[in-house]
């Protein structure tokens, strides 16, 4: 509302300013007004339109059309010693100013999307601490999802690094003719897209590439080094590959375990068997977490809910599985 209201007074003001000094030779207080009205409309226009700009555009924009005039004044000087008369040689400029400003003001809002404002900070100071607290996302990581929840909750600070080679990689699976792979593709992108929107969060999708490396997971590990950053994945093959370089990880599934419940040999649970173990006579049921239950002897009561002894706890980088046996009462268990 307080906007609205200063439109308005601008509006006016710059109408009743037009309305008694008559710019441009205009005969009539009311014909300077409107034409004051309309200027002030056109700048209201412009003022909206710029705060529809993402940061990016609008620095690149200002850069741009700065350079521009830059440009302009210096062919300027070249045309005031051009053997013209006046009246070209002043239009000739005011063309050329006008061309260059322009010019660079759209090459320089269409290229915004290009520049780091988080690197304009180090022009006075060093860009070190901002990398060394970046975190470089591996693509399986953004599928998995959980880092958005993780990020928005507050327990990741810093930048979110994600490299183009990995949303190359997300947007090769998201065109799989594979539905499976083209549905976790497009969760991936999804997840890209609700991190950029939260303003709390922030996300850099960074050029860097290493041309001579092919496999992306080693390619993530050299950003990394260069940007002295840690990984965040839930890959436990690149968690192992990655320490075998000396570069930190934050292992996702390491945090879902840190926070699980701890269960403890001997206790009771009710678990639903799903499918056949590895082994013979297996059953294999999970919790609502995801955590895997393996029982023995339960091979026969696939499709059943039966109650369990829990014998032993077996935790990993890549998650968590619990060996139970039958109960007592376990095979007569409700279907």
């Known amino acids: 509302m307080d906007l609205i209201v200063l439109r308005i007074l601008f509006v006016a003001l710059l ?9 441009f030779g205009v005969q009539t207080g009311w014909m300077g007004a409107c034409m004051g009205a309309v200027a002030a409309v056109a700048v209201i226009v412009f003022e909206l339109r710029v705060r529809a700009l993402s940061l990016r555009r609008l620095i690149g924009a200002v850069t741009g059309s700065v350079l521009g005039i830059f440009g302009a004044a210096l062919f300027c000087l070249v045309l005031r010693s051009a053997p013209l008369p006046a009246a070209n040689s002043a239009a000739l400029q005011i063309f050329v100013l006008l061309l260059m400003t322009y ?42 999802g959980r880092i958005a929840d993780i990020a928005e909750a507050g327990f990741v600070d810093g930048m979110m690094v994600v490299p183009e080679f990995v949303l190359r990689e997300l947007q090769t699976v998201a065109d799989s003719t594979d539905g499976s792979k083209r549905q976790r593709g497009r969760r991936g992108l999804d997840m890209l897209q609700r991190m950029q929107s939260n303003v709390n969060i922030q996300v850099q999708i960074v050029p860097d590439d290493f041309p001579s490396i092919r496999e992306v997971d080693l390619k993530l590990l050299e950003l990394a080094k260069k940007w002295e950053a840690k990984v965040v994945t839930n890959d436990f093959n690149l968690n192992k590959v990655a320490h075998l370089h000396h570069v930190e990880v934050l292992n996702i599934n390491d945090l879902a375990n840190a926070l699980k419940p701890v269960v403890l040999p001997g206790e009771k649970m009710t678990v639903l068997i799903l499918k056949e173990g590895k082994e013979f006579n297996q059953g294999v049921g999970y919790l609502d977490d995801g955590t895997m239950v393996v029982v023995d002897h339960a091979r026969k009561l696939i499709g059943r809910a039966v109650e369990i002894s829990v014998t032993s706890v077996l935790q990993t980088a890549s998650g968590k599985m619990i060996f139970g046996k039958l109960d007592e009462n376990g095979k007569n268990g409700e279907s």
Do not use: E, Q
């Open 103 to 144: 010019v660079g003001l759209l090459v320089g809002a269409s290229k915004g999307d290009l520049l780091n404002p988080a690197a304009l900070g180090t022009v006075f100071s060093s860009d070190r601490p901002t990398r060394r607290s970046a975190k470089v996302l591996d693509t399986s990581v953004i599928i998995d």
């Open 15 to 23: 109408a009743g300013v037009c309305y008694f000094l008559h710019p």
